[in-house]
């Protein structure tokens, strides 16, 4: 985008930092597949001179495990309890660490309620 000129096109971005089943401290997944992806938007956006302006997270969060099937999305499945954690920590984070990310939007604390196949 930025090699075709978007730079003056956008006052911020907006990104999907989503945690898939890593901590927010995790930078282990090579597909970036984890919270900290944000960092590496964020260095494309510095070394595009763009780094005044700030990243809005539209989806950040984790999917709580449930017993409804998810399907191919249940390999990102995280306790309610490290779903809690993590969310807490990833607005930490952010808070403290990166000035520049924000507001952050949860997403999806509970796909599951949301499920029309489910007994609930």
């Given at each position: 985008m930025?090699?075709?000129g978007a730079r003056p096109c956008f006052d911020l971005l907006r990104a999907n930092p989503k945690g898939f089943a890593f901590s927010p401290d995790d930078t282990s997944d090579p597909s970036g597949r984890n919270f900290s992806r944000a960092l590496e938007w964020r260095a494309i956006m510095q070394a595009n001179s763009d780094g005044g302006k700030d990243m809005l997270a539209t989806e950040m969060g984790w999917l709580r495990d449930t017993t409804v099937d998810l399907g191919g999305y249940k390999w990102?499945?995280?306790?309610?309890v490290d779903q809690a954690h993590y969310l807490a920590r990833a607005y930490h984070k952010a808070r403290r660490e990166r000035p520049w990310m924000g507001p952050l939007m949860t997403w999806n604390l509970d796909s599951a309620a949301f499920d029309p196949a489910s007994n609930h």
């Open positions: 930025y090699g075709a990102m499945k995280v306790s309610a």
